[in-house]
């Protein structure tokens, strides 16, 4: 199991920029992938983006279609954390930001293929 952090949420107007950071601890993150979902009020939790870890490059990297182009995920794995780089937001954005992990290779897009999870941070997007 391993715990995990996440901080740098805030209230930004749109068209604004925000760093979520996940610092995890507690077993080998370099072999872990990571994700970050998002969940609005009244709304199901969704996938916003993955980053595997990979020996020949920096991590292999999915995002659903609405952040595309705007939002970048990226790993540190020395600092054991991972990073959600979010541009030109949009009020639609707003939404409590989770960070999650788990073992193994993959691209993976369900909540329910990650193990571990963060208590979230709340991002807010003002029109």
């Known amino acids: 199991q391993v715990q995990l952090v996440e901080s740098g949420g805030g209230l930004v107007q749109a068209g604004g920029s925000l760093r979520l950071s996940c610092a995890a601890s507690g077993r080998t993150f370099s072999r872990y992938t990571m994700g970050w979902f998002r969940q609005a009020p009244g709304k199901e939790r969704e996938f916003v983006a993955a980053?595997?870890?990979?020996?020949?490059?920096?991590?292999?990297?999915s995002y659903a279609d609405s952040v595309k182009g705007r939002f970048t995920i990226s790993r540190d794995n020395a600092k054991d954390t991972v990073y959600l780089q979010m541009n030109s937001l949009k009020p639609e954005d707003t939404a409590v930001y989770y960070c999650?992990?788990?073992?193994?290779?993959?691209?993976?897009?369900?909540?329910?293929?990650?193990?571990?999870w963060g208590h979230g941070t709340q991002v807010t997007v003002s029109s």
């Open positions: 980053i595997t870890w990979d020996t020949w490059s920096s991590g292999t990297t």
């Open positions: 999650a992990a788990r073992t193994g290779w993959g691209l993976f897009r369900s909540q329910y293929e990650y193990a571990d």
